[in-house]
């Protein structure tokens, strides 16, 4: 056999092995949402910040700050390629052409990610990004992947070669039992990839996507990713996420302003994106006080987003609010987004399918399973549930609530503050999942 | 990434990806009995002929004729080469430095395979050897391995690249849970592979072998496969086999002379080798009469290999025959190698383990244990019963009898005979097993 010297030098030698290959390597949402801020939102200053939420990992030893900052540094160099631009412009995203504007895609081409801040604290890393929105924002999915999968490294790094092909030989059988399972009985659940910022690495990311791509057909909808989207030739899945609401609200001068910035963002999104991105996310001030409230035209969009409540009582409550409202729930879609995994979809597939028009966003246990594949049954690998969310907009605390108390963040009196204005009603305790 | 093109050019369009890449690609011990006919029985003519013993499987459909005459035309252009020679000439064998001596080596340099007979009938393959046995008789194991190859490449032929990889991933994963239990405990049963003649594929045996080697530490006692005992400086297992001691008795004259073929045998197998390699096979006309008239001297000899019989059954026979003699069975050997897999080598381990040296030899379920890895559940790679036995010696039939009536091969009038002249104690009727 000739060896390839080039490539063994390469390998053995390569300054940087990136985490992080592309600016289109995040959740297409955050395209979409970028855009939408730098429309309207351009000049207000926000504040980002890392978050370990499983405090009993210490994250500080197991990624080694300068690693990071040698990563988080190289996603500094990245731009937007020429090629991958010209499939912003050209491809059809929820069957639209030219969702994204010529004026936002030349702005894009001259985008960097502004510095970052880096430290320590109690074992945890601290990490916080602040500046103009649109400078900020597309840092939270690079930064999540980026410590994920170094983290991941540290776990490779104390494996023998043949423990590492182990290793990888059970994740993917793993991986295939999975997927043997959707496609048993025909259910043909429509399922997509959720998984970049919890990811074990971009390249097991990339294997996970293209071999449901491959085996499960049109059941396999697409990815959130919009880096293998285009990559792949995949739909590019996603709408929008909490940050806006959160924004929105922690920018509301006034206790009435605040209660109805969920509903203006609502508006200012159909008035951006037309008719065809039109997904809710009731839940970041409780999904119960969401739908009741909500103006007469919100029953006119396509579905919700299911996130921190209790799916199947999440699921029931916009089915009867679609009817209460009149409209025919056959033509809604609710996407299930929160901790699934082969077991749940299917049992809500059972539950809600032919009802609804369900979908099923699938995260951590996609693309980060590899608990029990461990070689010498270390925890290393077992997924953590890292976050990187808006804590403040121009100097005022960001808030979310959620269906869920446990999610709820901000500082303890903004909470108070909130709850006092949206209430609690159907906000339950349950543990948080990854 | 720079793509080796010299390499991606060669694999798509090689002219033939051996099966069998050297003449040390085969069992140790049929180059020690190679060196003992040479030595003993130059001029004797045999015939060896294939047999798959699963007929429900019509391996004509499978193996293609024209690719299985290129692979045996390629094994006949195979030459040993100098290293090969020089490691044979240099190595250490059971603590033994020069067991082959220079003037075997020296006819060794010019060997070459000699033709065959390839045909099909009743959609089985028939393949016949035929010439001196010093010709002939290393054809066995090369047969063997190539046509299970091919049987395994038409079976991977059918599968999808994620279909392959899920596959291997599959049998990674039983390989490395059967390495864990053999772990667990510190119970270290000595295994060696003795999976040569039905492995999966070659490059499968060198991976399992090479694992085993790394993982295992001193509980992997070696292979008896002297290729990959050369190439990973493995120790080469193995002895000898039921072609010495059924040639020998169908060359004797008289019932007496057929009696006596099997200590025959003995004696000249310790006059060529010596003390280092005394392991006798007990079985070929069964145990109960060999160990009941076996000669004084027998019982100095190290031990015994287990093959046909209960093993249970055959362990606690010889046992009790060492101890009768006045032995003592805590120096004696026990090598296991009938259908082994881990369950049954830590049975018994914990059955022998302590009273004698037990040892195993892991044959076809370490080598190619690929049942319900297939991706679509398939039987293309359960593994089949292929043997390659001697047929006849200088024109007269070749007879086993073997400690289970089903395993005995020859014609049914001389199996008759040769029953008549051993007797028929202690032999059963069990299934044969893979």
């Not at 059809?92 to 030219?98: E, V």
């Not at 609502?266 to 001030?285: A, C, F, K, S, V």
């Not at 033509?331 to 809600?352: C, M, P, Q």
């Not at 303890?412 to 503050?417: D, N, Q, T």
Request: aromatic share 12%; proline share 4%; net charge neutral.
């Amino acid at each position: 056999m000739i060896i390839n010297l080039a490539q063994r030098a390469h390998n053995r030698n390569w300054e940087l092995d990136p985490a992080v290959r592309s600016l289109l390597d995040t959740d297409f949402y955050k395209l979409l949402m970028l855009q939408f801020i730098w429309r309207h939102f351009r000049e207000t200053k926000v504040g980002f910040a890392f978050l370990n939420r499983t405090r009993a990992v210490r994250l500080a030893g197991e990624v080694d700050a300068t690693e990071l900052r040698r990563q988080l540094d190289y996603a500094r160099t990245l731009r937007f390629r020429r090629s991958e631009l010209i499939w912003l412009a050209g491809n059809t995203f929820y069957g639209q052409r030219g969702i994204f504007a010529p004026d936002f895609l030349a702005w894009l081409e001259e985008f960097s990610l502004p510095p970052y801040e880096l430290g320590e604290a109690d074992g945890q890393l601290t990490l916080r990004f602040s500046g103009r929105w649109t400078d900020v924002t597309l840092w939270e999915i690079y930064a999540l992947s980026i410590v994920n999968e170094l983290r991941t490294r540290h776990a490779l790094a104390r494996l023998s070669e043949f423990e590492l092909d182990i290793l990888y030989a059970r994740a993917k059988a793993r991986l295939w039992s999975k997927i043997e399972r959707l496609r048993e009985g025909g259910a043909c659940a429509p399922v997509a990839d959720f998984g970049t910022r919890r990811r074990h690495s971009f390249l097991w990311q990339e294997y996970v996507v293209t071999a449901m791509a491959t085996e499960l057909g049109a059941c396999f909808t697409g990815t959130s990713n919009a880096f293998l989207a285009f990559k792949h030739d995949l739909e590019a899945i996603g709408t929008n996420a909490h940050e806006l609401p959160m924004a929105m609200a922690a920018l509301a001068d006034t206790d009435a302003a605040l209660k109805q910035a969920q509903y203006r963002l609502l508006d200012l999104w159909r008035e951006t994106y037309g008719g065809n991105l039109l997904i809710m996310l009731p839940d970041t001030y409780g999904t119960t006080q969401f739908l009741r409230d909500a103006p007469e035209w919100a029953a006119d969009w396509t579905g919700i987003r299911v996130d921190s409540k209790d799916p199947v009582m999440a699921g029931e409550e916009y089915i009867a609010w679609v009817e209460f409202r009149g409209r025919d729930p056959g033509t809604k879609r609710i996407l299930f987004s929160d901790g699934l995994d082969v077991d749940e979809i299917l049992r809500l597939r059972a539950h809600f399918g032919g009802r609804v028009l369900d979908a099923y966003g699938w995260g951590t246990l996609l693309t980060n399973d590899f608990r029990d594949c461990h070689p010498r049954n270390l925890p290393d690998l077992e997924p953590i549930s890292l976050v990187c969310k808006l804590a403040e907009v121009e100097g005022r605390p960001a808030v979310k609530l959620s269906d869920n108390y446990l999610k709820a963040t901000g500082p303890a009196e903004e909470v108070a503050r909130y709850r006092a204005v949206f209430g609690t009603a159907g906000v339950a305790n349950i543990p948080v999942r990854v």
